[in-house]
């Protein structure tokens, strides 16, 4: 059964627990690839992650001269490939996300590839692993339709999927708090 | 005034040498094959010492010139790697172009960074194999072969010139004849590392396919340990089965070459790109930097923020917002915008550097 990675932003408490899993995950080298903000850090607490969402029509791929940003076939676009990587930064400029990075030591680009050692096998990404407050969940589409409709707006649309620039591959939902939602665990 | 314009260049045009041929493909294999042909000429004193033992070479390496040219110019034809090329190699020559292109090409700065093992591993395979290829090639079309004018004493005759003459059981000799032996050593030596790692190491073992990352690892195997066999054979067995490991031998160099540009190992030709990449950010860098529209900040050159923008273009990909684009934004803060788009609050223009992205407690 084909699984996503699907956000609930309101949820995040700020742990950042899937930073940690991320430089855990293997070939990651300790560095995690993933983000958490404070929304409004003088005023509240509110946090929320931020990871690739795995465009289908990915920027930094189209943007790659040396076609090191592959496409898996499950969805996920890859980190640069390191022998392919001639270390031009374009990826970093056409992420509408401004997700990659790169390591000018290096001369190499890196971004989350969805732990595509875990998640080729059906395994989650470890951030989705770790998530202690169901903000990164691993869901199939069923399930995902199914959070879809709980929070569906009148126009047919999820209120986040209008935040995106383009179909992704990570499902994000808005959270019901804005929505003036009251969530039920 | 459009007109004349729009007709000068053309009447030029016609007197290009590209029109001569049928594609760009066309041109470069004719040059190429042109160009080898005439060092062959020279190198071997129009064509009298032309070593015929090796003619299976020569047909592989025409076969991969095709292949190369073939998929470089596919390759180039993209749109982000056209600009690349083009303003790259109008940058060729900058003060920085030497040390870039040793530290890209030559020890592999980069890789050190990476890691010291797969650097090790990285410098015996590509070293090794440079090193073979600068023997072999020039056997091949003759551009160097040995003479032995006067008993016990070689002449190197180098591009029909003779170089130096050398005593036959001497040092240079010695290592003359044994080049390809180390070569393969070194090639033997790298690959067995990389086959180690590739056993071992959990993201190696994740991404890598059968195909993609171990089949070029054998090949060049399998070429060192043929090549070997050969020396073996001459030195412990009398030459027994040599005509038969030769060509076993020939084989598989001609299936590498041919292999080369299509794999994995396409990355060797590939790779001088990263010195064009570099004098590209470094010249515009120093041109004119863009700053952030929401914090100031310059992220980066002004030239390839529109390059982005137009490659992005041609792939019918475009970020813009109701008053601004996504591009003006320096990275941190496009991440920021976005947490503002989810929230409804502008994260962004709150003046507080991204807390605790690194997981460090």
Known sequence: MK????????????????????????GHDERNRNYVYDVNPLVNRQTMPLMCLHCVNPACARSCPAQAIQIHETGAVLSALVEKCIGCQNCTIACPYGIPKFDTEQNLMYKCDLCIDRTKDGIPPMCASVCPSNTLQWLTDEEIEAKQKQFNLDNGKWVASMHLESETNVKVNLPGILQGVTKLF | MEAQVATKPKVKKEHSINHAFASHFAKSMFISVLGLAILTFIGTRMFTHVDLNLYGYMVGTIVFLGGFFYRFIAWGERPPTKVFIKKG?????????????????????????????????????GWGCVLACLVTFPLVFGWMYFTMPENGYY???AMGISLITIPADGFIAYLSYNALNISAIMVIAGVTMALYRRLKNMQARAEQKFMYDFMPLYLLLFVSITGLALTFINMFLHGWGHSVMSLIHQYSV??????????????????????????????????????????????????????????????????KKEDFHLAELCLPCRRKYRIAQFSGFPTHEVKVKEANQNAKG
């Open chain 2, 155 to 157: 002449t190197i005759v």
């Open chain 2, 89 to 125: 190699l109008k940058l060729l020559f900058r003060k920085t172009t030497p040390q870039t292109t040793v530290e890209h090409l030559a020890t592999y700065r980069f890789i050190w960074n990476r890691g010291v093992y797969r650097w090790t591993q990285h410098l015996l395979i």
């Open chain 1, 3 to 26: 699984k996503r990675l699907y956000l609930e932003l309101e949820n995040c408490i700020g742990c950042r627990s899937c930073l940690a899993a991320c430089t855990q995950c293997g």
């Open chain 2, 254 to 319: 001609i299936i590498t070459l041919i292999y080369l540009p299509f794999g994995k190992l396409a990355h060797i030709p590939f790779r001088p790109m990263s010195v064009l990449a570099r004098n590209y950010r470094e010249h515009y860098g120093e041109q004119s930097m863009k700053p952030c529209k929401v914090c100031g900040e310059e992220f980066v050159s002004t030239e390839q923020s529109q390059d982005v923008l137009s490659v992005l273009a041609t792939n019918e990909i475009e970020f």
